[in-house]
């Protein structure tokens, strides 16, 4: 299958991307001059160029569109010289940038709440490297919006003066979330998002999920490719949002609304510590055997390393609460769905439901109180969104929304 089979609802960006491909591969292959003076000559008809922003809503497939792009960069299949596009999806180029181990791909995503001054000085010094395969040097950063000040300071000089083989592939949600000039500097492609049936049957086909349960992740999710595959493939997750559903019918008085703002942020913390559980001990058995922490020393590190230890316990701790702030987002996300279709219901809108399964809830939720009543109700969804966004206490700003949910 071509690298672009996975992404979903996307065809006015797959033609620029699959046509700036086949320019890039023409400037690779052609043995006149340098790649840097053939881009130069060809800057008004090429549709290649260096840095490259990929913005849409969440799970729209951002990074899913600079992987394949960058798998495209790198095809290396030879029907390329019968006149096939590049990005087949099957050799080497493209297989190894797919599952992120080709030598000339880095792709960098972030567990924690940032991206500072020293990772990006050390992606600089990176994309300064000739690509060892001989084609190009690709830069994947999944997380632009999580480059503090600083840190896009130090990418718009890459950006501005980039090497010659040297691509870059931002990815935010919007435009607005790269500074300035950063992305008056980069060609942008803005994803929509998917079709809800494409990204059921996405999971069917690459997942193997059950049909029944891949529509209904689909829908619940309302076309976010990541969490509909969570939600079709963790039991866990299916029942934090049964959870998160019965809020609404909680928060009837204040000892209920209270109540469940503090399960929801347990719930949360539940979250986070499952994944440090999973991802912690062994990146922490991993670096003490790297220092030389063997079993036949009672385990004891070597004289020295203990810095090195205190940073990785540092980052395991940024991540949590990067986890337990995106597990709260996704919680607000369902109830916002869950409000949207009471409101849905209210008006008498044909739209479909997300949350066909919760119908008896939402209409008895619709018929005790009115469209304005609803519409303040995710708006306090909103705020207390933007709260955590500003490093609000989390249960302080979830406390207020469900004191917001209970007076409508």
Not at 250 to 255: I, N, S
Not at 377 to 390: P, S, T
Request: glycine share 8%.
């Amino acid at each position: 299958m071509a690298v672009w089979d996975d992404l979903v609802g996307q065809d006015r960006v797959i033609e620029q991307l699959a046509a700036a491909a086949r320019d890039a591969d023409a400037l690779v292959t052609a043995d006149a001059a340098p790649v840097a003076a053939a881009v130069a000559a060809s800057a008004g008809a090429s549709k290649m160029t260096h840095a490259w922003l990929f913005t849409g809503p969440p799970g729209s497939g951002r990074a899913t569109a600079a992987r394949a792009f960058a798998a495209a960069l790198q095809c290396v299949s030879p029907d390329r010289s019968f006149g096939a596009a590049p990005g087949c999806g099957f050799c080497e180029g493209c297989h190894t940038t797919l599952v992120g181990t080709h030598a000339d791909v880095e792709i960098v995503r972030t567990d924690v709440l940032s991206i500072g001054v020293k990772e990006t000085r050390d992606l600089v010094r990176r994309a300064q490297l000739s690509p060892a395969g001989g084609r190009w040097q690709v830069i994947v950063l999944e997380d632009a919006d999580r480059l503090t000040e600083g840190a896009g300071n130090v990418l718009l000089k890459a950006v501005e003066e980039p090497a010659p083989r040297t691509v870059w592939l931002l990815c935010a949600p919007s435009l607005e979330d790269v500074l300035p000039t950063i992305r008056s500097r980069c060609r942008s492609l803005t994803l929509r998002t998917p079709p809800v049936a494409a990204v059921a049957d996405l999971l069917v086909r690459r997942d193997g999920i059950e049909p029944a349960l891949a529509a209904q992740a689909a829908t619940a999710t309302q076309g976010h490719i990541g969490r509909a595959r969570r939600l079709a493939t963790d039991e866990r997750a299916r029942a934090r949002r049964e959870t998160v559903l019965k809020m609404p019918l909680r928060v009837a008085d204040m000892g209920g609304a209270l109540k469940a703002a503090q399960e929801l942020i347990d719930a949360a913390a539940e979250d986070a510590k499952q994944v440090a559980e999973e991802v912690d001990t062994k990146e922490t058995e991993e670096l003490r055997a790297a220092l030389g922490a063997a079993a036949g020393t009672g385990g004891r590190l070597p004289r020295g390393t203990a810095g090195a230890m205190k940073e990785l316990q540092d980052r395991q701790k940024r991540r949590a609460t990067r986890t337990q702030r995106d597990t709260l987002d996704l919680a607000l996300t369902d109830l916002t769905g869950f409000y949207r279709d009471v409101l849905a219901i209210q008006l008498g809108s044909r739209v479909a439901l997300a949350n066909p399964d919760a119908r008896a809830t939402l209409e008895r939720i619709a018929s005790e109180s009115r469209p304005e009543a609803t519409l303040r109700r995710i708006e306090a969804i909103g705020a207390c969104r933007q709260a955590l966004d500003r490093n609000v206490a989390p249960l302080l700003a979830v406390e207020a929304m469900a004191v917001a949910l209970r007076a409508g």
